[in-house]
Nanobody, 123 residues
Framework: QAQLVESGGGSVQSGGALRLSCVYTTSTFCMGWVRQAPGKEREGVAYITSGGTTRYVDSVKGRFTISQEKAKRTLYLQMNSLKPEDTAMYYC????????????????????WGQGTQVTVSS
């Protein structure tokens, strides 16, 4: 069974930066990051395909960057200019047995998620 292990969360002030990392055991076409704030639904934030295509949810465009090092089986999310509304539990996510990819797919129950890492941004 594929495993995803996140790290790098923490508490920062508004305008700060964090880099999340995710080490995974099994690579796949579609990988990304999703987040869930208290009382809200899980939201796909960014994804990257094995071919290097990336997509972001509008609220993080220009601030977040997703990347991966395949040789290290590691996925990253560089988060800059953080805002209080970015506060959430962030999960590394992957979709197996699919030839398509989207942020909504990564946030769905069709995806496999890690245990999550908390990001808290104070104003």
């Amino acid at each position: 069974q594929a495993q995803l292990v996140e790290s790098g969360g923490g508490s920062v002030q508004s305008g700060g930066a964090l880099r999340l990392s995710c080490v995974y055991t099994t690579s796949t076409f579609c990988m990304g990051w999703v987040r869930q704030a208290p009382g809200k639904e899980r939201e796909g934030v960014a994804y990257i395909t094995s071919g290097g295509t990336t997509r972001y949810v509008d609220s993080v465009k220009g601030r977040f960057t997703i990347s991966q090092e395949k040789a290290k089986r590691t996925l990253y999310l560089q988060m800059n200019s953080l805002k209080p509304e970015d506060t959430a539990m962030y999960y590394c996510a992957a979709v197996y047995r699919s030839s398509s990819c989207s942020n909504s797919l990564l946030a769905s129950t069709d995806a496999t998620w890690g245990q999550g890492t908390q990001v808290t941004v104070s104003s």
